[in-house]
Each structure stands twice: as C-alpha cells, then as structure tokens.
C-alpha cells in the first residue's frame, strides 16, 4: 500500500515540474500565448443591442482590423473587455490576411456580472497593450439596455492590465468563461 502511495506522490511530482517548466514567460514579461502585431489599424462600425435567455443584455459588434505591413508573423487579434479592476482578452482570431482588413461580427455577453463589477469598455486588440478601435460601455440599470459610443484608445479605462480569458469559449467573446 505505502508504494502505491509513493509511486503516486512521485507521479504527481513529476507533472507538476512538467508544468512549471513547460511555459516560461518570456523575457519581457508578455504570455507566450499570443504574437502580437506591433501596429493595426480597424474600427467598431456597428453596433447592435439584444439580450440572452435570462433577458441579461447583450451586444453584437461589427468592424474591421488589419495589421500594418511587414507583420506576417502576428497569430490574430482579440476582443478586451475592461471592467474597473482589469482586462479580459478573448481568445484569439486569426487575421483572413494581413494584406487586407479582416471583418468580423462578435456576440458580447457578460455586460452586466453578479459577482464582478460591469464592463465599461470593450476593444479590438492586435496586442495586449494596443487598441485598433474601443467602445465605451454604461451597462445601466436592471431593465436598460447599454449606452454604448466610440471611445479613444487612449482612455484612461484601459490603464488596467490584460489577462487571458482562463477557459476559451465557443466565441473570442464569452463574459461568463472566468
């Protein structure tokens, strides 16, 4: 019995040094996960209201982006949901190419949280710290539906850091995968 239990623990020993080592950060303190382009340009070009099962509202949003030239090695964009306290970055998109703007169409759900404070902006990234085009959300009241317009992407809302969303969902968009 006691060498099952050693041979158990040994195991265990060993995947969690697998893990530890796997997946270093890199050296300039940026995830692994993504290979960002240094530069794009894109716009939120509309933006429409609805609500999901529970009557929670929801939006779907509408644009473009394309990376700058020379940026063959970037892996896609993303969507960032900021709320007061942090960033939220959705799952990777792949550019259709980085010759020409990529359109695309998200579902946003998760305006509104229980147990976290409310979104107040949501962007298209092509990096962790860059912003092609960002909308300022008011989620309001029970009963509203959110006030959304353009924002700079240099509001100061986005002066909080940006973490990977913790379980990709079925969309680059799920407010409910934490």
């Known amino acids: 019995m006691a060498g099952y239990r050693r041979a158990g623990l040994a195991v265990l020993g060993a995947i969690a040094l697998v893990l530890a080592f796997a997946a270093p950060a890199s050296a300039d303190g940026v995830p692994p996960d993504w290979s960002p382009a240094p530069c794009?340009?894109?716009?939120?070009?509309?933006?429409?209201?609805?609500?999901?099962?529970?009557?929670?509202p929801t939006l779907w949003i509408s644009g473009w982006i394309q990376p700058c030239a020379g940026n063959e090695l970037t892996d896609g964009f993303a969507i960032v949901r900021y709320y007061p306290e942090r960033g939220i970055r959705s799952r990777l998109v792949p550019y259709e190419t980085v010759s020409s703007p990529t359109s695309f169409t998200f579902h946003i759900d998760g305006l509104r949280r229980v147990l976290m404070p409310t979104m107040t902006a949501l962007c298209v990234?092509?990096?962790?710290?860059?912003?092609?085009?960002?909308?300022?959300?008011?989620?309001?009241?029970?009963?509203?539906?959110?006030?959304?317009?353009?924002?700079?992407?240099?509001?100061?809302?986005?002066?909080?850091?940006?973490?990977?969303?913790?379980?990709?969902?079925?969309?680059?968009?799920?407010?409910?995968?934490?």
């Open 40 to 56: 794009a340009t894109g716009a939120i070009t509309e933006v429409r209201h609805d609500v999901d099962g529970l009557d929670n």
């Open 125 to 178: 990234a092509y990096a962790y710290d860059g912003r092609a085009a960002c909308i300022g959300v008011d989620v309001g009241g029970p009963g509203e539906q959110p006030v959304v317009g353009p924002i700079s992407t240099g509001d100061p809302r986005f002066l909080v850091g940006v973490r990977r969303e913790s379980v990709d969902s079925e969309g680059p968009t799920c407010g409910t995968c934490l």
